[in-house]
């Protein structure tokens, strides 16, 4: 299941990171004496893995959703296979009790990813906008 989005991740990070290496901010680090590795650390590396998290948080989601098809073909015990089990049985409390719980985790794995923006680019701002 890792296997498709990989790619897509390897071409996010080399884009992400050839973006941040053009960017002025790195040659002005540059140019205030940070040798290239230090430069690396702290102005490329933060800014190119921006896509990466974006990209992984919207992959979880989607793991999420196809783990319900893999457990239930291979006949793997999981919470995949336990909300099909209980939609097949017409179990409603445990078929919402499982929704809910695959919702937060997607939730959480989203805010969690939001963190992560906020933390590697001071730009990001979260929270709602008035006005």
Do not use: Y
């Not at 990171?17 to 690396?40: I, Y």
Request: glycine share 10%.
């Amino acid at each position: 299941m890792a296997l498709r989005p990989i790619s897509f991740f390897t071409v996010a990070v080399r884009s992400g990171v050839r973006q941040a290496l053009d960017s002025e901010h790195v040659l002005a680090a540059r140019a205030r004496g940070l040798s290239r590795t230090q430069a690396l650390a702290r102005h490329v590396v933060p800014h190119g893995l921006l896509p990466l998290w974006t990209m992984v948080g919207v992959w979880f989601a989607g793991l999420l959703g196809g783990s319900v098809i893999v457990e239930v073909i291979f006949a793997i015990p999981g919470m995949g296979r336990l909300i099909f089990d209980a939609i097949t049985d017409a179990d409603i409390p445990v078929a919402q009790g499982g929704v809910v719980v695959v919702v937060t985790c997607a939730v959480l794995v989203t805010g969690i990813i939001d963190l992560i923006h906020k933390l590697s680019d001071p730009n990001v701002r979260i929270g709602v906008r008035h006005g």
